[in-house]
């Protein structure tokens, strides 16, 4: 009788660790900063899904380093959000899952942002998907356009009218300024905020294989003039010449008349400053044409891990329209196209703008990002401060593209 006792109870123990073990636990880690988008998708999602997420929140500046380091080490979670620009560099060392054949038979495929796909791609294999999507647009305070004597709800369209408002802008006197931008040798910043103005207009500071410097162009000499302008007009505050990015959203305090900044602001500003009465738009180029920096993160999967359908399944959650409307509700814009308009239907008008921007933006693709761009003491910081701010504007162009090519070359 005991002994079949013990038997059916193993059976039943048995059943129920098989069941148990049916669910899945996902490690995924994020960057610091990425907002309450993903947060709340991961609640969702494992409040609907027997397999569940387990998010860990990295440090920003230490996250590529840690994940290097994990994956060296055997320790590396399943997934991960990456910063997009780093996915290229990924995928380059073989530590990331080839996710093309799966992405491809996703029906909406065609309709994810292209510049997240395009930097998720390595040698024509996809492994990096789309999760968060970040985009540069032009806002302006329409109160103080208003009190200047301008029309608050014309956009403008190009930046010789927009040096014009804010010289008109900064009639108004005493702390209100026309223009803001960070530009104390923030590469990220300037990036996403000043190359648009080239982009716009047909050029890059990369060519599209990222192998050459294309840093001096006629286009990149006259945005560095617009700029160089209105800084020597005191159309801009003294302090953004050393705001590292800790200020970047100056035109949150209401005394900054126009500012190219990202679409998440946008919910910033609904939400912590609803005083501030603002329109938005594309970033104009210097010579017509619009463009944007397309930011945010991509949906990269470890190399060998042996969770990869309960990974894929969680991205196809975030994907669904439940999943972008989660996320599109706390900032995050949606990653697909094909239902964009459906899932910002009762979130402010304004984010439309951003989806707009999406269309026309870039991102530049090469395996050096952080050499080139995002370092504060590499070529596109240091050019970006010393051609607008110094008195060298030849000798700022000279040193950075010939800084630029060698770091291409050596990393080659």
């Known amino acids: 009788m005991i002994k079949r006792l013990l038997a059916a109870t193993s059976i039943v123990t048995l059943c129920l660790a098989s069941g148990a073990s049916a669910a899945e636990k996902i490690e995924m880690w994020v960057r610091s900063g990425i907002g309450e988008s993903f947060k709340k998708v991961v609640e969702a999602y494992n409040a609907s899904h027997e ?17 290097a380091t994990a994956i ?20 380059a060392a073989g530590q990331l899952e080839d996710l093309t054949d799966w992405a491809k038979a996703l029906p909406y495929f065609n309709s994810l942002s292209p510049s997240h796909v395009k930097l998720g791609t390595y040698q024509d294999r996809i492994y990096g998907l789309p ?25 403008p369209t190009s930046w010789e009218e927009i040096e014009a408002n804010a010289e008109k802008i900064r009639a108004l006197g005493d702390d209100i300024y026309g223009f803001y931008f960070s530009g104390g040798g923030c590469g990220g910043c ?9 982009w716009g207009s047909g050029a890059d500071i990369l060519s599209a294989d990222g192998k050459t410097a294309t ?11 617009i700029y160089r302008s209105m800084v020597k007009k005191d159309l801009v505050p003294a302090s953004a010449a050393s705001d590292n990015g800790v200020n970047f959203l100056t035109f949150t305090n209401g005394k900054i008349g126009q ?36 930011g945010g993160d991509n949906f990269v999967i470890t190399k060998g891990t042996k969770k990869i359908d309960a990974v894929k399944e969680f991205l196809e959650y975030t994907y669904s ?38 269309e026309v933006a870039k991102t530049p693709y090469t395996l050096q990002f952080n050499d080139l761009i995002n370092s504060a003491n590499g070529p596109w910081a240091t050019f970006t401060n010393a051609a607008i701010y110094g008195d060298d504007v030849d ?18």
Request: glycine share 10%; proline share 6%.
């Open 51 to 67: 397999n569940q997420v387990a998010m860990t929140e990295v440090p920003f500046s230490e996250l590529v380093q840690k994940y």
């Open 72 to 91: 060296a080490g055997g320790q590396a979670p399943d997934a991960l959000s990456l910063d997009l620009i780093y996915t290229p560099a990924f995928a």
């Open 131 to 155: 999760l968060s999507v970040e985009t540069s647009i032009f806002a302006w305070n329409k109160d103080l356009y208003k009190k200047a004597g301008l029309d608050p709800e014309k956009a």
């Open 190 to 198: 300037m990036i996403f905020t000043f190359t648009p103005l080239v």
């Open 215 to 225: 840093l001096d162009t006629p286009e990149m000499r006259k945005a560095v003039d």
């Open 259 to 294: 500012q190219s900044i990202g679409a998440f602001a946008i919910g910033t500003l609904v939400t912590e400053n609803p005083d501030i009465n603002f329109g938005v738009t594309l970033i104009p180029g210097v010579n017509g044409g619009t463009s944007s920096f397309a």
């Open 321 to 358: 329209m439940d999943g972008q409307k989660v996320m599109a509700k706390y900032g995050s814009l949606p990653t697909r196209g094909d239902i964009a308009d459906k899932v910002l239907e009762g979130l402010d008008p304004r984010m439309q703008v951003g989806i707009k921007a999406i």
């Open 395 to 412: 000798g700022a162009f000279s040193n950075a593209q010939s800084e630029m090519q060698s770091i291409i070359d050596t990393g080659q």
